[in-house]
């Protein structure tokens, strides 16, 4: 994983391209009416870490790498779009391409901004979606199911795929998503090997109105707060015509302005920190003259596979990793000092790698 990708989905007229727009700084028209999203806009943004500026200082960087976040606006998603309605399939294969699926459920009342649905109704939104999604992993598992069973006559490894995707297919056919079907290590690591949509994990964003600051709680929201408890999912609260208005401020006036209405920090940074806890990400970091930088890493991930984040040579050469944690650069001025009070740790290929674990790594 270079970096994390999140595909944002919602139904039309929900704050989904008005997240965009704050998210990514690009002004992608969000007008009033479905489908002004037609390919998916990519934006990559900058994930906030006051770490980095810290050790940059110290050690004299020329410049500072953040670990970096890929959303993927998908097209405004409607009843019937795995059977091509809207901007059906089109739209289902960018969201195959992503990590997670962020989707935008409207939590506010406004008579100005049509529902396509003709009333507020968030977990009605987000069972639409879900269905859209259930129905387009049923068409993948039985088209892929008939595939294999015409050559698991001769090839009798093909039955233990065969046996998952029917289990699948029956998971499915109770309208419910894969990501609540229990599996065997042995069966995950076959259904990793598939696309399925509803396997990936969910943050909902609850977008609010301005009248919600600073608590971003209604009645709405607490609803959505219930439902994902169940799913084991998250909900990250946002006003996105704030966050719209934030992103056209410089880091001064934009944290003014945070204060000024009772926030500490933005609703893309709350998002981003969720999306990494979700799925289980850390950041270790690298100093030095050249560049101070992050690099994005799965929890669990051993040093000689992190250092090959950096390069496939330094995995392959690994000799060790000369370890220091982030609290122990600041608090002796670095890697010299961390070294002198026997904080600079030396560690093979199978020490796993912590969030804030600050790296040198020496291979031939």
């Known amino acids: 994983m270079t970096n994390l990708s999140c595909g944002i989905v919602g139904l ?11 998210l990514t700084r690009k002004q992608i028209p969000s007008e009033n009416y479905p489908f002004c999203t037609i390919d998916p806009n990519v934006g990559i943004v900058n994930v906030e870490d006051p770490r980095l500026k810290v050790l940059s200082q110290q050690s004299s960087s020329k410049k500072i790498i953040p670990a970096t976040c890929t959303f993927v606006d998908i097209a405004g998603l409607v009843k019937g779009a795995s059977q091509g309605e809207g901007l059906g399939n089109q739209f289902l294969s960018h969201i195959r391409e992503t990590d997670a699926i962020v989707q935008v459920v409207r939590c506010f009342d406004n008579e100005k ?4 649905s003709g009333r507020v109704d968030p977990l009605q939104d987000i069972e639409v979606i879900t269905l859209e999604l259930i129905l387009a992993d049923i068409q993948m598992a039985e088209n892929t199911y008939s595939r294999l069973e015409k050559q698991a006559k001769g090839k009798k490894e093909l039955l233990p795929t065969l046996d998952l995707l029917k289990k699948a297919i029956a998971h499915l056919n109770q309208n419910l998503p894969l990501r609540s079907l229990p599996l065997t290590p042995a069966e995950e690591a076959i259904a990793k090997l598939y696309p399925f949509l509803t396997r990936k994990k969910v943050l909902y964003i609850c977008n609010v109105s301005e009248n919600d600051l600073p608590s971003m709680d209604n009645p709405y929201v607490q609803r959505v707060r219930e439902f994902a408890a169940k799913e084991g999912s998250s909900v990250v609260p946002i006003c996105a015509r704030i ?8 880091e001064t006036e934009a944290k003014e302005f945070l204060q000024s209405l009772g926030l500490q920090e933005s609703g893309l940074d709350r998002l981003i920190r969720e999306a ?6 850390v950041t270790f970091i690298t100093t030095g003259e050249i560049e101070t930088r992050a690099w994005t890493i799965r929890k669990g991930t051993p040093a000689a596979q992190a250092a090959g984040k950096i390069h496939s040579d330094i995995e392959k050469g690994f000799i060790r990793a000369e370890v220091v944690a982030y609290d122990d650069m600041v608090r002796f001025k670095g890697r010299v000092g961390a070294r002198e009070a026997g904080k600079a740790r030396s560690e093979g290929k199978e020490y796993i790698v912590h969030d804030g674990d600050v790296i040198l790594f020496y291979h031939n």
Do not use: M, W
């Open 12 to 22: 039309p007229n929900v704050g989904k391209s008005t997240l965009f727009n704050a």
């Open 276 to 281: 990494f806890h979700l799925l289980d990400l």
């Open 243 to 250: 966050e719209e208005e934030i992103s056209q401020l410089n």
């Open 113 to 116: 901004v049509i529902h396509v």
